[in-house]
Structure formats: structure tokens, C-alpha cells
């Protein structure tokens, strides 16, 4: 069980900080459903990483790799 990574501290390049920092990594299933009429609401995936230092969020939706 040395192989694995923290489950939180990811290191990563912060386009903030302008360096590697650690950032906090989780994953969150949104709901878009902007328009009520469109009652086909997709959940998508997005991936949003906090970097430790400077606090910047940064969200990447998952899916349509
Ligand atoms: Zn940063």
C-alpha cells in the first residue's frame, strides 16, 4: 500500500501559482439542467481541484475525453 497517492494532495501545476502545488482533488456529479423546457438533464462528471496554496478552483467536466 506504498504505491498510492494521498487520497487528498494531488500535485499539481497551478496556472495560478505558476508552479506545482499541491491541490485538493475531488469529484462532484452535477446536474445541468439550465432550461426547464429541456427536460433532458445530463449528469456529468466534473473534476475540481483546489490548489492549497493560492486557492484556486479549477473544474474540468470528465466525460467527452
Ligand atoms: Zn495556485
Given at each position: 500500500m506504498?504505491?498510492k497517492?494521498?487520497?487528498?494532495?494531488?500535485?499539481?501545476?497551478?496556472?495560478?501559482?505558476?508552479?506545482?502545488?499541491t491541490?485538493?482533488?475531488?469529484?462532484?456529479?452535477?446536474?445541468?439542467?439550465?432550461?426547464?423546457?429541456?427536460?433532458?438533464?445530463?449528469?456529468?462528471?466534473y473534476?475540481?481541484?483546489?490548489?492549497?496554496?493560492?486557492?484556486?478552483?479549477?473544474?474540468?467536466?470528465?466525460?467527452?475525453?
Amino acid at each position: 500500500m506504498a504505491t498510492k497517492p494521498k487520497p487528498d494532495g494531488v500535485t499539481e501545476t497551478c496556472n495560478h501559482c505558476g508552479r506545482e502545488t499541491t491541490h485538493d482533488v475531488r469529484v462532484e456529479i452535477r446536474t445541468e439542467s439550465k432550461k426547464r423546457e429541456n427536460a433532458e438533464f445530463s449528469r456529468e462528471p466534473y473534476r475540481i481541484s483546489v490548489c492549497g496554496t493560492c486557492g484556486a478552483e479549477t473544474t474540468q467536466r470528465m466525460n467527452n475525453a
